[in-house]
């Protein structure tokens, strides 16, 4: 079964850092990636996807993140964070169960603070 | 357009109670997906709905886990017999695909259940 692993549980930043949070994901096949964020008091929201193409893929807010198939690695960016991106981002892979559905396998999650 | 709604959105249940929990999705959505999300974790799947048919519940942790979706909109997930590990958020999700797993799920608030 596919897993994603997410490398920092919290990160703390200061306004205007730039921001790299890592992603793995184990499975061979063909995935789709997303990055998915949760800001305080609301629901999950996609941020961005990739499914084929160009490997850096551009999201709202300014984030994007890139593909690297031989690293299993799809790592989210953004080169200079403000206070309102504090909120949890999650990485997922979605793939087909071979039960009948294209489930989404998510990590736990990284907590993202950044301190005006 | 309305997004996906759940409710009740926070459910406290005494250990040995049976709980139903509601997901509307969006309307025309053809996919329908619940998850459950234990504290400090990410959510985890339980089943799929492809408009009345549920076609996965791979992710079902007990038969006290029963979900429906009998016109094809609204689905119940109902939990028989409550544990304390029950306890978690329930995530319905839905989509506008089926057997597409490059398209975005679009998820409620949660409904957060206590069992005490």
């Known amino acids: 079964a596919q897993s994603v692993s997410q490398h920092n549980h919290h990160v703390i930043l200061s306004e205007a850092a730039s921001l790299e949070l890592g992603c793995n994901y184990s499975?061979?096949?063909?995935?789709?990636l997303f990055w998915y964020v949760q800001y305080p008091g609301q629901h999950l929201q996609l941020l961005l996807k990739?499914?084929?193409?160009?490997?850096l893929v551009k999201g709202i807010k300014g984030f994007e993140a890139e593909f690297i198939k031989s690293k299993f690695s799809f790592n989210l960016r953004k080169p200079s964070v403000q206070w309102s991106d504090t909120a949890e981002y999650f990485c997922?892979?979605?793939?087909?169960?071979?039960?009948?559905?294209?489930?989404?396998?998510f990590g736990k999650g990284t907590k993202l603070s950044v301190i005006p | 357009g309305a997004g996906v709604s759940q409710s009740p959105r926070y459910k406290v249940a005494k250990r040995g109670q049976d709980v139903a929990l509601r997901c509307d999705p969006i309307?025309?959505?053809?996919?329908l997906f619940w998850y459950q999300q234990a504290l400090g974790q990410g959510p985890e799947f339980l089943t799929y709905?492809?408009?009345?048919?549920?076609?996965?519940k791979s992710g079902l942790p007990s038969d006290r886990f029963f979900a429906e979706r009998p016109e094809g909109s609204v689905s119940t997930l109902k939990i028989q017999r409550t544990q304390q590990e029950d306890s978690a958020v329930y995530l319905c999700?839905?989509?506008?695909?089926?057997?597409?797993?490059?398209?975005?799920?679009?998820f409620g608030p949660g409904t957060r259940l206590t069992v005490t």
């Open positions: 999700a839905s989509s506008f695909a089926r057997d597409r797993g490059s398209y975005e799920q679009y």
């Open positions: 499975y061979g096949g063909t995935v789709n």
């Open positions: 990739y499914f084929s193409g160009d490997p």
């Open positions: 997922a892979v979605n793939v087909y169960s071979g039960a009948g559905s294209y489930q989404l396998t």
């Open positions: 309307s025309g959505h053809v996919s």
């Open positions: 709905f492809q408009n009345e048919a549920q076609l996965d």
